[in-house]
T-cell receptor, first 113, second 113 residues
Framework: SQKIEQNSEALNIQEGKTATLTCNYT??????LQWYRQDPGRGPVFLLL?????KEKRKERLKVTFDTTLKQSLFHITASQPADSATYLC????????????FGAGTRLFVKA | NAGVTQTPKFRVLKTGQSMTLLCAQD?????MYWYRQDPGMGLRLIHY???????AKGEVPDGYNVSRLKKQNFLLGLESAAPSQTSVYFC????????????FGSGTRLTVV
C-alpha cells in the first residue's frame, strides 16, 4: 500500500541553525510533493510544491529537494527561528488513477532561542 | 478574505446522534475535501468533490455522507455517530487538481461519547 514516512520523533535545534526534515515514500509515483506547516489547534498551511521534474525549489528561508529515485524529499529551514516551531507535513499527489493528495503524519520541530 | 470556514469548531456527541459539519469557501475553488486527523496518523481523506453537485469517496468514507449543492459549500454528515469517529475534521479546497496547494479550514474537534 502507499505509504509516507516522516520522522515521528521531534526535531530540536538551536536558533540560527538549519533544520532538515525528511519525507520518504513507498509504492507511489507522485507528480508533485507538497509541504505544509501546522500549528497546534490550527489547520495546515501550504508552504511549497515541487513537481517530479524539479530537483529543488526555494522560497525565502525554505528549500525543498525531491529525489524520485530515492523516493525522498528533504525540507530545509535556514537561519531557523523560534517562530518556526511547528509540525511540518509532507504530502504527495498526482499518482496514476487519481489526483487525491495523501499526507504524512508530520514531524514536530522545536527551535530553541 | 475568509478562505475556508468550518463550523462548528467543537462538538460533543453521544453515540448514535447525528450531526452535520459545514464548510464554506470564498475563493471560487472547484475542488473541496474532507479529511480527518488522528494522533500519529496523517490526514486521511473521507470524501471529496470536484465540482458543484459531485461527490466521491476517499480513503475512509464509511459512516459519513457529503453533499455539495452549492459550489462554495461542502457538508459532511454523520448519521449515527460512533466513538471511532472522535477526531479532528478538516475541510480543504483547491482550484483544480492537487497541483496547487490546498487551503484548509481551522478544523472541527469532534468527541463522541
Amino acid at each position: 500500500s502507499q505509504k509516507i514516512e516522516q520522522n515521528s520523533e521531534a526535531l530540536n535545534i538551536q536558533e540560527g541553525k538549519t533544520a532538515t526534515l525528511t519525507c520518504n515514500y513507498t509504492n507511489y509515483s507522485p507528480a508533485y510533493l507538497q509541504w505544509y506547516r501546522q500549528d497546534p489547534g490550527r489547520g495546515p498551511v501550504f508552504l511549497l510544491l515541487i513537481r517530479e521534474n524539479e530537483k529543488e525549489k526555494r522560497k525565502e528561508r525554505l528549500k525543498v529537494t525531491f529525489d524520485t529515485t530515492l523516493k525522498q524529499s528533504l525540507f530545509h529551514i535556514t537561519a531557523s527561528q523560534p517562530a518556526d516551531s511547528a509540525t511540518y507535513l509532507c504530502a504527495l499527489g498526482g499518482d496514476t488513477g487519481g489526483f487525491k493528495t495523501i499526507f504524512g503524519a508530520g514531524t514536530r520541530l522545536f527551535v530553541k532561542a | 478574505n475568509a478562505g475556508v470556514t468550518q463550523t462548528p469548531k467543537f462538538r460533543v456527541l453521544k453515540t448514535g446522534q447525528s450531526m452535520t459539519l459545514l464548510c464554506a469557501q470564498d475563493m471560487n475553488h472547484e475542488y473541496m475535501y474532507w479529511y480527518r486527523q488522528d494522533p500519529g496518523m496523517g490526514l486521511r481523506l473521507i470524501h471529496y468533490s470536484v465540482g458543484e453537485g459531485t461527490t466521491a469517496k476517499g480513503e475512509v468514507p464509511d459512516g459519513y455522507n457529503v453533499s455539495r449543492l452549492k459550489k462554495q459549500n461542502f457538508l459532511l454528515g454523520l448519521e449515527s455517530a460512533a466513538p471511532s469517529q472522535t477526531s479532528v475534521y478538516f475541510c480543504a479546497s483547491s482550484p483544480s487538481t492537487g497541483n496547487y496547494g490546498y487551503t484548509f479550514g481551522s478544523g472541527t474537534r469532534l468527541t463522541v461519547v
